[in-house]
């Protein structure tokens, strides 16, 4: 197996890590109060921040044309500028309802766009992020369908769709995976049957990191995986509001968004 840990981006400072707002679903009205309750958020944690990684699926679809992008979110964008105003940097790990985004936010907010895991030097720990979808060597029906989403050829016959149509199309079917594996998504299913869990042990195999950080599994986890490895899952804010804060001379800690206590 090839070392993971390469060309490590080091950060110093407070690094806030969230992942699966799913925004636009399932519905608008229920998509805007938790795109509120992500404002207020956002609103705390700038007070300390210097860093925000975002681990995808921000957005339940998102697809650019040239000159056109998902109506919606302005006041989430509006904030995400503002944040990037007072110099904190932002990065985006694409997920696999987002993976459509280009260079949108590179463009406008001077965002850094991720598509695969990266790794990082933390305040310096050895950290390893992502999304954490198709990672391991199982899950072969769902690596072939992402293909065939990346696949440049797809991405321009949807792209001649018109933007109502397409969308229209790309939620319909976003609903539809939702429904097929919510239940999946709400219980840890054992340390065996866990793709990243048996991922992360194939890793530690091979080489020493002190943190992995995943998305995807829409549950907020924290799990020690040796004497110096945890591995990390950001949840998501379509139930858990969960997050992941790693402040200078601190080690990662998992804390829960109660929006009832900051309004």
């Given at each position: 197996m090839c070392a993971v840990f390469q060309?490590?981006?080091?950060?110093?400072?407070?690094?806030?890590?969230?992942?699966?707002?799913?925004?636009?679903?399932?519905n608008e009205?229920?998509?805007?109060?938790?795109?509120?309750?992500?404002?207020?958020?956002?609103?705390?944690?700038?007070?300390?921040?210097?860093?925000?990684?975002?681990?995808?699926?921000?957005?339940?679809?998102?697809?650019?044309?040239?000159?056109?992008?998902?109506?919606?979110?302005?006041?989430?964008?509006?904030?995400?500028?503002?944040?990037?105003?007072?110099?904190?940097e932002i990065f985006y790990f694409t997920?696999?309802?987002?993976?459509?985004?280009?260079?949108?936010?590179?463009?406008?907010?001077k965002f850094s766009l991720f598509r695969e895991q990266h790794a990082f030097v933390i305040n310096g720990k050895k950290c390893l992020i992502g999304h954490g979808d198709g990672l391991g060597p199982k899950?072969?029906?769902?690596?072939?369908?992402?293909a065939l989403f990346a696949f440049r050829p797809n991405i321009k016959l949807f792209g001649a769709l018109h933007p109502r149509l397409a969308f229209g199309l790309a939620r319909f079917f976003s609903q539809k995976s939702r429904a097929m594996t919510s239940k999946e998504e709400e219980t840890y299913m054992g340390d065996n049957k866990e793709q990243l869990v048996?991922?992360?042990?194939?890793?530690?195999?091979?080489?020493?990191i002190d943190?992995?950080?995943y998305a995807h599994r829409h549950l907020p986890l924290e799990i020690k995986m040796n004497d110096k490895a945890i591995y990390f899952n950001s949840g998501d804010w379509l139930v858990h509001?969960?997050?992941l804060r790693f402040?200078?001379?601190?080690?990662?800690q998992l804390l829960f968004f109660k929006a009832s206590n900051h309004e």
């Amino acid at each position: 197996m090839c070392a993971v840990f390469q060309n490590p981006i080091t950060l110093n400072g407070t690094v806030y890590i969230v992942s699966d707002f799913h925004l636009g679903s399932p519905n608008e009205k229920e998509s805007r109060q938790r795109e509120l309750r992500i404002l207020r958020w956002l609103d705390e944690i700038e007070k300390d921040a210097t860093h925000l990684i975002l681990l995808g699926d921000i957005f339940d679809f998102w697809f650019e044309y040239h000159d056109v992008v998902p109506k919606g979110y302005y006041k989430l964008l509006s904030k995400f500028s503002q944040l990037r105003d007072l110099n904190i940097e932002i990065f985006y790990f694409t997920g696999n309802h987002d993976m459509w985004v280009r260079d949108y936010f590179v463009k406008e907010m001077k965002f850094s766009l991720f598509r695969e895991q990266h790794a990082f030097v933390i305040n310096g720990k050895k950290c390893l992020i992502g999304h954490g979808d198709g990672l391991g060597p199982k899950d072969v029906g769902y690596k072939f369908i992402k293909a065939l989403f990346a696949f440049r050829p797809n991405i321009k016959l949807f792209g001649a769709l018109h933007p109502r149509l397409a969308f229209g199309l790309a939620r319909f079917f976003s609903q539809k995976s939702r429904a097929m594996t919510s239940k999946e998504e709400e219980t840890y299913m054992g340390d065996n049957k866990e793709q990243l869990v048996n991922y992360i042990r194939s890793i530690l195999s091979e080489e020493q990191i002190d943190y992995f950080i995943y998305a995807h599994r829409h549950l907020p986890l924290e799990i020690k995986m040796n004497d110096k490895a945890i591995y990390f899952n950001s949840g998501d804010w379509l139930v858990h509001d969960s997050y992941l804060r790693f402040g200078q001379d601190e080690p990662p800690q998992l804390l829960f968004f109660k929006a009832s206590n900051h309004e």
